[in-house]
């Protein structure tokens, strides 16, 4: 373990904000995100509040209706791409 270095927090942000947050940017709304992932609006809801779980699943299929990498959903606010690369 000795190779590896911890990722850096940059930004205090919850997994739940993170997908609130990509999806107002892209002007889409719970029902529209709901569309396009199979996702129940209800579940979208609860995921942005932090009530339920993101999940590995949701995360790739949310990453995916708000074009980003699924790393940025789960590690919300974290500089893991530069760590990962040393």
């Not at 997908?19 to 990509?22: G, H």
């Given at each position: 373990m000795k190779d590896y270095r911890k990722a850096?927090?940059?930004v205090d942000v919850s997994v739940g904000e993170s997908?609130?947050?990509?999806r107002e940017l892209q002007e889409m709304s719970k029902n529209e995100l709901s569309e396009l992932t199979?996702?129940?609006q209800?579940?979208?809801s609860a995921i942005e509040n932090d009530r339920?779980?993101?999940g590995v699943e949701r995360a790739k299929i949310l990453a995916r209706a708000l074009r980003c990498h699924p790393d940025v959903l789960v590690f919300p606010?974290?500089?893991v791409?530069?760590?990962s690369a040393a």
């Open positions: 850096k927090k940059l997908v609130r947050i990509l199979g996702i129940p209800s579940t979208i339920v779980n993101l606010g974290w500089d791409h530069q760590e």
